[in-house]
Nanobody
Framework: QVQLVEFGGGSVQAGGSLRLSCAAF????????MAWFRQAPGREREGIAT????????YYADSVKGRFTISQDNAKDTLYLQMNSLKPEDTAMYYC???????????????????????WGQGTQVTVSS
């Protein structure tokens, strides 16, 4: 089993930055793919970034490309999401997720889909004010 704990969310003004962290505990040696998702009230969960923890390949949704960066610190079993140039539409609950196998490569490359991830954190709220 793997447990994921996110932290780093908060409130920020538009144009500001936040860094989310996701600490992994347990049998992390079999985690090969991790991702960040977000869900705003009344909207479907959106996969925004993926990282292949072995090779380092990444994917970003168009909505965050150029503003967000996913990274990892294997020594600390921690996943990060650096969020810059934040917009009010980035307001959402942010979740990290892990997959105990290779990332699924589909029509849109490493685009993450909820069904492909087994482990989830509890979420951390990000609120961006205009």
């Amino acid at each position: 089993q793997v447990q994921l704990v996110e932290f780093g969310g908060g409130s920020v003004q538009a144009g500001g930055s936040l860094r989310l962290s996701c600490a992994a505990f347990g049998y992390t040696y079999n985690i090969y793919c991790m991702a960040w998702f977000r869900q705003a009230p009344g909207r479907e969960r959106e996969g925004i970034a993926t990282i292949d923890t072995g090779g380092g390949s990444t994917y970003y949704a168009d909505s965050v490309k150029g503003r967000f960066t996913i990274s990892q610190d294997n020594a600390k079993d921690t996943l990060y999401l650096q969020m810059n140039s934040l917009k009010p539409e980035d307001t959402a609950m942010y979740y990290c997720a892990a997959r105990p196998s290779l990332c699924v490569v589909g029509r849109y490359g490493l685009a993450p889909y909820s069904a492909n991830f087994s482990y989830w954190g509890q979420g951390t709220q990000v609120t961006v004010s205009s």
